[in-house]
């Protein structure tokens, strides 16, 4: 239950990467899995090849991810003018292409164990019969701490509120002076910072590979689907909503947990196109 | 100059004389490749012919009527394991088996379709991909599709085995030309789809949705239609294609080479026919062949292994085509969306008005 609350908890901060690119540039960034997943070996790889500190290579990881994030933004998809949805979709699998491929060129495709300096085995037993491991809190702490950060952030700095104009009119935004490009770079950078954080929870349970975000973003797709593309309190529930039924079903139907992520988007998307916690939107022609 | 006078002209095969002898020239050529090219670039052939088959498919789905799909090797599995399946446990001749296997991937695709009447862009995009990663997972789950590993396929005949009648071909010089035949007739059949009634629908929803269906264009029947016609190539592609392989287990099927599929549409030009012929050979190439090999390609092979020795795993050199083919998807949407057929284009259009 509280192992699912925490999976759940990194599905939406994973889910609130894709949201803060979807918001900002209507671009799903399907490059996202494997951004997180680059940011995560280059942890790996400063922990295991320069022995740094955790909490020094976790810093330079940070800032690793930031620069990703805007490089892509920047040598990828700004070059591309007025791209369709399709030219943008393409633009964002081509970028994991690359991404995977370097990955596997740098560090081979073997699993490599990637682990936080966390004891996973250490537990708490709060009320009886509720155990919280090490990993779910820390999960539940970053969590809490990146919407507080997130939720200030859009309320009250300039880049905030500067970046909910761009979302709400690009066009109109620009016109009153914010350098919308801008503004879509440090959204790519933020995003990629975020997913950098969830890949890093991801792979300390299982295995670092470089494949192995796929089914954590398709997971994560689902959860910002449930709960709209465009809320990010929306995807946090939908996220912990999601772990929750991943966690029943794969206590019943293990062999089938797979599954679930893609039945979930499929009846959400049918019944409730624009998720459970945002208002409908209505196409014009 | 390519102005249609009457609907006959728009309709026919061979627009005129040139355009048929080279067809005959194209068609000549074809039909003699396996005499004097090694055999394995006719093992090449053969997977290109089948990426054309299914690149063709795709193209009608995503350049004729505008619908996204990240789940092609779904269909493509559901093809393959059909045809084996059909083959080994109900024992029905090869030709039947593949279209019954095709028309089981058309059915799917039409069960796609329907979440497609209501969602468009990246949520589709999303949902046939959660779709082909499922397709994966329940074959790779089910004892009847041979599990996890993989199942072998039995040996490609022809004949009808109740009949006694028996043609089995053995070589990839004989399959050949069975895939080479197929592929022309699908080509031609798409080229015919989109001429007709049924394809002016799918640009017209391409177009723009709202408008086909206020001038009398069901979309119901129109979309669901576009993803099954779609999926049976994509069925026929994978019946063919499990052949050329001889072995295959649940992971060939996965989200690159749906990944890969689009690209080839997308690279070779959307919307046309020609664009996926040329999209799927250029990729096909690429991808089994060139960059493959990377290391034993002349100069920049041997400057490869030495950044690869010096900053890489020499292990991980295969991945450099991931790399490359990403870079190819990027620089095509920056610098050609039109695709291989839009410089194509542009190409006829300069010397067709020379001077000026």
């Known amino acids: 239950m509280v192992e699912g609350l925490a999976i759940g908890a990194c599905y939406g901060l994973f889910a609130t990467a894709v949201v803060i690119i979807y918001k900002t540039s209507e671009v799903v960034n399907f490059a996202q899995g494997e951004m997180a997943m680059f940011s995560s070996f280059v942890a790996f790889h400063i922990l295991s090849a320069y022995q740094y500190p955790f909490w020094l290579a976790f810093v330079i990881t940070m800032l690793f991810s930031i620069l990703l994030g805007i490089l892509i933004e920047f040598l990828f998809l700004r070059p591309a003018k007025h791209p369709s949805i399709l030219g943008m979709i393409v633009i964002t699998l081509g970028a994991e292409m690359f991404l995977m491929g370097l990955a596997s060129w740098k560090w081979g495709a073997e699993q490599k164990f990637f682990s936080l300096p966390l004891n996973p085995s250490v537990t708490y037993e709060p009320v009886k019969g509720m155990i919280i491991t090490n990993w779910a809190i820390a999960v539940f702490a970053v969590t809490a701490c990146i919407m507080l950060f997130l939720y200030i952030f859009f309320k009250f700095t300039r880049l905030g509120v500067a970046m909910r104009a761009t979302q709400q009119n690009k066009h109109a935004a620009k016109i009153m002076g914010i350098r919308t490009e801008r503004i879509f770079s440090f959204a790519w950078g933020f995003s990629s910072l975020i997913g950098a954080v969830a890949g890093m929870f991801f792979a300390s349970r299982a295995t670092l590979d470089p494949a192995f975000m796929m089914e954590p973003f398709l997971r994560a797709f689902a959860a910002a689907v449930l709960g709209g593309l465009m809320s990010i309190p929306g995807v946090i529930i939908g996220g912990a909503l999601m772990g929750l039924i991943e966690n029943f079903f794969g206590y019943f139907w293990p062999h089938w947990k797979p599954i679930i992520a893609f039945i979930v988007i499929i009846l959400v998307l049918c019944l409730r196109p624009s998720g459970l916690f945002t208002k409908h939107y209505v196409k014009k022609v | ?127 046939s991909l959660g779709f082909g990663l499922t397709i994966m997972h329940i074959i790779g789950g089910m004892d009847v599709f ?10 490609l005949d022809l004949g009808i085995k109740q009949l006694g009648i028996s043609w089995i071909l053995t070589t990839d010089f004989q399959k050949y030309y069975l895939i080479l035949i197929t592929t022309i007739i699908m080509v031609v059949g798409a080229r015919n789809i989109l001429k007709t009634r049924v394809g002016r629908s799918f640009v017209a929803i391409r177009d723009s949705d709202i408008a086909a269906e206020v001038i009398g264009v069901n979309l119901t029947i129109y979309k669901t239609l576009a993803f099954a016609v779609s999926a049976f190539y994509a069925g026929i592609a994978g019946g063919l294609f499990g052949f050329v392989l001889g072995f295959f287990d649940p992971f060939t099927f996965n989200m690159i080479l749906s990944i890969i599929f689009l690209v080839m549409v997308v690279v070779g030009g959307l919307g046309t026919i020609a664009g996926g012929i040329m999209g799927a050979a250029l990729i096909t190439y690429l991808q089994y062949d060139l960059l493959k090999n990377i290391a034993e390609v002349p100069y920049f092979g041997a400057l490869m292994v030495a950044v690869s020795k010096q900053w890489f795993t020499v292990v991980g050199l295969e991945n450099f085509s991931s790399m490359a083919i990403g870079l190819i998807m990027i620089g095509i949407i920056i610098f050609e969306p039109l695709g291989m057929f839009g410089v194509w284009i542009r190409m006829k259009k300069y010397w067709m008005t020379w001077p000026f």
Do not use: C
């Not at chain 2, 063709?56 to 619908?67: D, E, R």
């Not at chain 2, 041979?146 to 040996?155: C, L």
């Open chain 2, 1 to 127: 100059m390519d102005m249609k006078r009457d609907y006959y002209e728009d309709v026919q095969l061979f627009k005129s004389n040139v355009v048929l002898f080279w067809s005959a020239a194209l068609l000549l050529v074809l039909f003699t490749i396996p005499l004097y090219t090694p055999n394995y670039y006719i093992y090449l052939f053969n997977i290109i012919m089948v990426h054309i088959i299914l690149a063709v498919g795709l193209n009608i789905l995503v350049g004729s009527t505008g619908q996204i799909s990240l789940g092609h090797a779904g269909f493509f599995a559901i093809g393959a394991y059909g045809t084996v399946l059909m083959m080994t446990t109900f024992q029905l001749p090869f030709v039947l088996a593949i279209l019954i296997a095709a028309f089981i991937a058309a059915f799917f695709g039409f069960i796609l379709g329907l979440p497609a009447l209501r969602l468009e862009g990246p949520y589709l995009a999303i949902v």
């Open chain 2, 146 to 155: 041979g599990g996890r590993m993989g199942v072998k396929v039995p040996p």
